[in-house]
């Protein structure tokens, strides 16, 4: 089945900072979306980008779908921003499917 | 944006009972639902798929008589653990689909099960 590997697993940022995430996925999707889940574990909709490029406030996020790749881009972290980060495919073969990238721990510390 | 709720937010409940989960969307209607099981820092991993008025299918290692898929609505998804056992415990979440493939998932909340 398709592989989605997000890296790096783990991240701590100074407050300020800016930061890449990146999820590679080894084979054509239907969509992506990415997601935060915060410590309570509800998944907040950051970003349904299957290709192009997408702007919200701080974050923005890109995906470039002929080579099997999104990047999110956290600028100026708050330590609101703490959570872990996932990244998601949508397949359309055998139905509807959505795959998780194991996420990113990010700790953004005052 | 759309809303999708889950009740129970947690439940406590003793060994060989059963557990049921509503997952409801609350301003559009769902075509698919899916449910998903969550284990402490780790990704979520997709359970079964339910389609409003046909039965779920379940992934691979998933056993059908121990999660319990019913899509009685297009506003509506339950998910009962039967017989629950101390090893069922985990964080369990549903999200919804409005239309198709190109529109996006929306998630609950998620319920917390520990079994005891």
């Known amino acids: 089945g398709i592989q989605v590997e997000q890296s790096p697993p783990d991240l701590i940022l100074q407050e300020g900072a800016n930061s890449t995430l990146r999820c590679n996925f080894s084979?054509?999707?239907?969509?992506l979306q990415w997601f935060h889940q915060n410590p309570w574990g509800q998944l907040i909709n950051l970003f349904y980008i299957p290709s192009g490029t997408k702007q919200n406030g701080r974050l923005s996020a890109t995906t470039v779908a002929t080579e099997r790749y999104s990047l999110l881009y956290i600028s100026s972290s708050q330590t609101t921003d703490s959570g872990v980060y996932f990244c998601a495919v949508g397949l359309g073969t055998g139905g509807f499917k959505t795959i998780f990238g194991a996420g990113t721990r990010l700790f953004v510390k005052a | 944006g759309a809303v999708v709720s889950q009740h129970p937010s947690r439940v406590i409940c003793k060994s060989g009972t059963s557990v049921k989960i509503e997952c409801r969307s609350l301003d559009f209607q769902a075509t698919t639902m899916f449910w998903y099981r969550q284990f402490p820092k780790k990704s979520l991993m997709l359970m079964a798929t339910s389609n409003e008025g046909s039965k779920a299918t379940y992934e691979q290692g998933v056993e059908k008589d121990k999660f319990l898929i019913n899509h009685a609505s297009l506003t509506l998804s339950t998910l009962t653990v039967t017989s629950a056992h101390p090893e069922d415990s985990s964080f369990y979440i549903c999200?919804?689909?409005?239309?198709?493939?190109?529109?996006?998932?929306?998630f609950g909340p998620g319920t917390r099960l520990l079994v005891l």
């Open positions: 999200s919804a689909r409005d239309m198709g493939l190109a529109d996006p998932e929306y």
């Open positions: 084979d054509s999707v239907n969509n």
